[in-house]
């Protein structure tokens, strides 16, 4: 149970409390916050706690310390404060630094002292449905004992639906687990600029030292180096290394491996060795569930249901702006001194309303329709005629007619460079077939619900 289990057996108070938090929070809860503390002792009714790192202690002072003073209250009388303060002792080589937020930056993650990781992207702030369940247990996976039984890890999705996070929480999480393990996590576009800049100054050694001798290397976004030649073997070159040394690979982008464009064939044939998750668009109740858990996180602010779901209705486009304009809504009733209405919100959240409404876009129909044909984005937008592929591409032209306001002109270019009368010919066509079709009109209904959220 960490340093507490070295301290509980002789002090009685500090193992009852720990105790009674297990009860109230569960033994997670205890292993990874509270049982890395050390208990000092009390003086004039203040508790004093050593916390091993800060990220440990503010996030109990933000979640637990009112719990905990409740706790020491009921052992040993009125307690007036709950003092954490940081473990001062020299830290051991190879021990927690590797990913501490204000280490060296070139053992930390995303550049350690500049980036760091955020404290708010866990694993128990990470609210999982069905869009995003599998990314999360292989997320998840990386972080235990034993052989990981895939590698590469590769993650998609769309911006704000969870990527990052889900990068920050492995980090976290192996941070908890296994100090010792040399983690690095930096985007595609800081590796880039690091190895221009090794270029440079002609210090590739130091730049291959640095990114081949870790355990986990987690990249984001890895479109970005599209048609950067020189990066890209580069990163061919230490993607194989690593793998070859069975050390973990995490890779995000905003789509899958078979659709990114610009990467070279040999680069994207590696990146589908592992496990591809594709992270999709949130359903209804996946929005609700996040509202829930931010609105249960909000003290004394009282969000009524019916707003937060108002919110899961309208606001459909990624977790990040559905987050956004929730905050939105408390910052307002807070300032101004309103309590949260649906008139309130309607109120407040106008632009975000109206953009949401009429924000359906080519790209989204694409790939919407492509997963429930259960095809590649690469073969809809093809030269290839075959019936299982040329009918969905023609009722995604549809969609797009019918739910953009884009032109049929356009709508052609997104699809290949196609003629705008080819998508004259496909929206007549599914029209046509929709009176008789059954199945194709059962098609169209779902894709319809599942582009509008």
């Known amino acids: ?93 190879q021990a927690s630094e590797d990913l501490d937020p204000e280490a060296d930056p070139e053992v930390s993650p995303a550049g350690g002292a500049q980036d760091g990781l955020d404290p708010r992207y866990t694993f128990e702030s990470f609210v999982v449905g069905k869009s995003n369940e599998l990314a999360y247990h292989a997320a998840r996976r990386i972080t235990e004992p034993g052989m990981v039984p895939f590698n590469p890890l590769f993650l998609h999705g769309g911006v704000g639906l969870g990527k990052t996070h889900l990068m920050h929480a492995i980090a976290w999480r192996v941070r908890q687990m296994d100090p010792s393990r040399r983690v690095v996590y930096i985007s595609a576009e800081k590796f880039m600029f690091e190895f221009i800049a090794a270029l440079r100054f002609k210090d590739t050694h130091a730049f291959k030292q640095k990114y081949r001798n870790v355990d986990l290397l987690m990249v984001d976004d890895v479109q970005f180096i599209a048609n950067k030649n020189s990066t890209q073997e580069e990163f061919f070159h230490t993607f194989n290394a690593l793998i070859d040394n069975r050390c973990q690979v995490v890779i995000t982008a905003d789509r899958s491996p078979t659709d990114l464009e610009g990467i070279e064939e040999r680069i994207i044939s590696r990146l589908g060795w592992g496990l591809v998750a594709d992270i999709h668009p949130t359903d209804y109740e996946l929005r609700l569930g996040i509202l829930q858990t931010k609105a249960e996180q909000e003290a004394g602010v009282d969000v009524p249901a019916e707003v937060i779901e108002f919110l899961a209705k309208r606001i459909t486009s990624n ?48 790939r919407t329709t492509a997963d429930y044909y259960n095809l590649r984005l690469s073969e809809m937008l093809s030269e290839r005629r075959a019936r299982n592929i040329a009918r969905p591409r023609q009722v995604a032209m549809y969609l797009s007619k019918r739910m953009t306001a884009r032109s049929l002109p356009e709508i052609g270019r997104r699809f290949g460079g196609r003629d705008h009368t080819t998508v004259m010919h496909a929206v007549k066509k599914i029209d046509d077939l929709r009176r008789d079709d059954s199945s194709l009109e059962d098609d169209i209904t779902r894709l319809t619900r599942l582009l509008e959220g």
């Open 1 to 93: 149970m960490g340093a507490v289990g070295l301290k509980a057996v002789s002090v009685d108070p500090w193992a009852r409390v720990c105790e009674r938090f297990r009860q109230e929070f569960g033994d997670h809860a205890l292993s990874s916050w509270v049982g890395q503390l050390t208990y000092v002792g009390m003086e004039n009714n203040v508790v004093e706690l050593v916390a091993p790192t800060k990220f440990i202690r503010d996030w109990i002072e933000r979640h637990y310390k009112a719990r905990l003073k409740d706790f020491f209250s009921s052992e040993q009388g009125n307690i007036r404060d709950i003092v954490i303060r940081l473990d001062t002792r020299p830290a051991q080589p």
């Open 319 to 366: 977790v990040r702006e559905l987050e956004g304009a929730f905050n939105r809504v408390v910052a307002y009733a807070t300032l101004v001194g309103r309590p949260i209405t649906l008139e309130v919100t309607r109120d407040v959240l106008q632009d975000l309303i109206r953009a949401n409404d009429r924000k359906v876009t080519i790209d989204e129909i694409q």
